[in-house]
T-cell receptor, first 118, second 106 residues
C-alpha cells in the first residue's frame, strides 16, 4: 500500500541547517508530485513547498524567503527538504504529502519533528 | 493568498448526533476544496476532496458540500473515533488551510 516515511528531524541551533527526507513506497514515485507541510506545536497546518512529478516546477511559501529547498531523487523514491538559516519559528512537525499542484494531499507521512533552539 | 476561515473553533457534540463544520474562502476556489481529519499525535488524513468526493475508505457518514467561497463538512451520527480536529484546504491556488475545528465530546 501507499506509504511515505519522513526522517531527518532533530534539534538544531538557530542559524543551523537540517535536511529532511521522505521515503515513499507502494506506488510509482516518479509519476507524482509532493508537498511539505508543517505544523508548529499546538498550531494548524502550514503549506511549505511543492515539487512537480518531473522535478521541474518547484513552489515555496513566501514566508520561507529562499531558506528552504525541495528536491527529489526518483532513483531512491525519496523526497527532500533542505532547511537553512533556521529560526525558532521553524520549529514544527514536518509532513510530506503526495499530491499534485491543483489537487488534494492524498497520502501523508507520520511526520518528523524539527526543533530550533539554543 | 486565499485565506480560509473555519467555524466554529470548537464544536461540542454528543455521540450519535450530527456535526456541521463550516469553511469560508476569502475568494472563490471553485470546487477545489478538501477536508482533512487529524487526531492527536497523528498525521492528517484526507476525508473529502473536490468539495464532495469521499476519499478511499472514508465512511458515508462524512459528506461535503458547497462551492465558490462557502463549504460545509457534515458528519452524521458521530462515532467515538470521529472526535478530532478537522481542517479545510483549498487547492485552487497556492494551497492554504483553515485554522481547524475541534470536534469534542459533549
Amino acid at each position: 500500500q501507499v506509504q511515505v516515511v519522513e526522517s531527518g528531524g532533530g534539534v538544531v541551533q538557530p542559524g543551523g541547517s537540517l535536511r529532511l527526507s521522505c521515503a515513499a513506497s507502494g506506488f510509482t514515485f516518479s509519476h507524482y508530485g509532493f508537498h511539505w507541510v508543517r505544523q508548529a506545536p499546538g498550531k494548524g497546518l502550514e503549506w511549505v513547498a511543492f515539487i512537480r512529478y518531473d522535478g521541474i516546477n518547484k513552489y515555496y511559501a513566501d514566508s520561507l524567503k529562499g531558506r528552504f529547498t525541495i528536491s527529489r531523487d526518483d532513483s531512491k523514491n525519496t523526497l527532500y527538504l533542505q532547511m537553512n538559516s533556521l529560526r525558532a519559528e521553524d520549529t514544527a512537525v514536518y509532513y510530506c504529502a503526495k499530491g499534485s499542484w491543483y489537487g488534494p494531499f492524498d497520502s501523508w507521512g507520520q511526520g518528523t519533528e524539527a526543533t530550533v533552539s539554543s | 493568498e486565499i485565506v480560509m476561515t473555519q467555524s466554529p473553533a470548537t464544536l461540542s457534540v454528543s455521540p450519535g448526533e450530527r456535526a456541521t463544520l463550516s469553511c469560508r474562502a476569502s475568494q472563490s476556489v471553485g470546487s477545489n476544496l478538501a477536508w482533512y481529519q487529524q487526531k492527536p499525535g497523528q498525521a492528517p488524513r484526507l476525508l473529502i476532496y473536490d468539495t464532495s468526493t469521499r476519499a478511499t475508505g472514508i465512511p458515508a457518514r462524512f459528506s461535503g458540500s458547497g462551492s465558490g467561497t462557502e463549504f460545509t463538512l457534515t458528519i452524521n451520527s458521530l462515532q467515538s473515533e470521529d472526535f478530532a480536529v478537522y481542517y479545510c484546504q483549498q487547492y485552487n491556488n497556492w494551497p492554504t488551510f483553515g485554522q481547524g475545528t475541534k470536534v469534542e465530546i459533549k
